[in-house]
């Protein structure tokens, strides 16, 4: 018989496990975002090019490096959280990510130790990359499975984009505080490392708040069942699962490439395309990345109503046209003039995160309890490893600086095709995990 949402849980426990799943994936976003924010140095100092482009390249390069090993990751802490729990796994895997974030700031520079510079620099990208996988697996089941059904759209929400926007927030505030503690040269010698530093201080905030939170309670239902199932990573595509496992990543594919081409470019757009102030840069950021958390929880709560697939498609619909115009508009105006640069900035950040607020409940629809995980991160973190490659495209296909904006144009509209089409031929979802007959089964059918 299916499972209650709560299983018992207090509403201080609800709510407390809702929060450490935003405030979980917010800080791991926090380490990822900070190398966003300072990709110019770290070119200058670790990846030194003869031309602009081309280093921003090998800063998202690295970037890309860290994307491409979280399906591993996943797959890893994905079995240990559908075996051992989603707190448990939660703990190791953000503790990893502090950790890795922090060593980045010890790397030598170029000149002082040549190559070895940005390979240690990429060793602990790799290293990063596998914890961050592994991150999904907790965050990104813990919220739903332990909110009542109704507040698993806005649960979405808040952990898929809020925690976003909150932890891009967070790198915004750190950015604007580094830049007024060490300006000018002080940033290229001293401030850098201070940011990558901040990991240790997210890996202790993030324990301090994991550490009371109880486990999931579909999680303890599936345990109280009996022995756990047998599951294997190759169930995520046996059994029928194949086609669902393509559509999901290509739909993810289509969420997160958005989200990178936006919000994970804007610094670069802003400060080395169009030339931003770096103060004023990062107060545009932050009000943007604010205005994320909003339009997240909006999106999110909405495809409990909407449903998930017809609400990713009428958002879907109006990016279409309106990411590349906003482009347009953000490097075709002047710096100086501030208001309407927050204006198209905070919209496109609005508009690009709403698209994949529904995406985290879809993915935990989709799969039971014993393979919620596994399936989820994997699915997730694949997508989303194709979506951090994008920008890296972007500045390849770019000759110089003042190309960037049309080929950043032309990327985003086939992103969004790719997102519209994949919601096309996928299922509603809405309600699935309450139509489990047995929690501890795996072998579910695709839903058409």
């Known amino acids: 018989m299916p499972v209650s949402a709560t299983g018992g849980l207090s509403r201080r426990a609800t709510l407390y496990a809702a929060f450490a799943s935003v405030a979980g994936w917010a800080f791991d976003l926090f380490d990822l975002f900070i190398l966003l924010y300072i990709a110019g140095t770290v070119g200058e100092l670790i990846f030194p090019a003869h031309s602009p482009t081309l280093s921003l390249a090998a800063v998202y390069a690295s970037f890309a490096v860290s994307v491409l090993l979280r399906p591993a990751g996943a797959a890893i802490f994905g079995a ?6 989603r707190k448990k796994t939660m703990v190791i895997v953000l503790a990893g990510v502090g950790l890795s974030t922090a060593a980045m700031g010890v790397v030598p520079t170029y000149a002082t130790a040549g190559l070895v510079a940005p390979l240690l620099f990429l060793a602990l990208r790799l290293v990063q990359g596998i914890f961050v996988g592994g991150v999904v697996a907790a965050t990104h089941t813990l919220g739903t499975e332990s909110v009542p059904p109704r507040w698993r759209g806005m649960m979405s929400g808040l952990v898929g ?8 927030a967070l790198a915004s505030g750190l950015y604007i505080l580094v830049s007024q503690l ?32 109880e486990e999931s309670p579909l999680w303890r239902a599936m345990r109280e069942t009996g022995p756990p199932a047998k599951v294997r990573i190759s169930d995520l595509v046996r059994g029928g699962r194949g086609r669902m496992f393509a559509l999901n990543i290509l739909l993810v594919a289509g969420a997160g490439s958005q989200y990178y081409l936006t919000s994970g470019f804007l610094p670069t757009l802003l400060g080395e395309v169009n030339g931003v102030h770096s103060t004023a840069q990062g ?24 449903g998930r697939r017809r609400t990713m498609l009428a958002i879907g619909g109006v990016n279409l046209a309106a990411l590349p115009l906003l482009i347009w508009l953000i490097t075709s105006t ?13 919209l496109l950040a609005f508009l690009a995160n709403a698209a994949y607020a529904p995406v985290m409940v879809f993915l935990n629809e989709r799969y039971p309890t014993a393979l919620r995980s596994r399936g989820t991160a994997v699915c997730w973190n694949i997508g989303f490893m194709i979506g951090g490659l994008m920008p890296t495209f972007v500045n390849l296909a770019s000759p110089g600086l003042a190309d960037v904006p049309g080929r950043l ?5 086939a992103v969004v095709l790719v997102f519209l089409v994949a919601n096309v031929v996928s299922p509603e979802t809405r309600g699935n995990m309450e139509s489990e007959a047995d929690l501890s089964t795996v072998n579910v059918k695709e839903a058409r």
Request: hydrophobic share 60%; net charge negative; no cysteine.
């Open 80 to 85: 240990v959280a559908d075996r051992s729990g």
């Open 182 to 213: 060490f300006p000018g040269e002080q940033f290229d010698a001293w401030g850098w490392r201070v940011m990558f530093f901040a990991g240790l201080v997210a890996a202790l905030l993030s324990y301090l708040v994991v550490r009371g939170v």
């Open 334 to 346: 002047d710096p100086a003039s501030t208001a309407s640069m927050l204006g198209y900035v905070a």
């Open 283 to 306: 107060v545009m950021l932050l009000v943007s990345n604010l205005g994320v958390v909003v339009a997240a929880v909006l999106a999110g709560h909405l495809s409990e109503f909407l």
């Open 161 to 168: 984009g809020g925690g976003a926007g909150l932890g891009a």
């Open 409 to 413: 144009m032309i990327f985003l509209a």
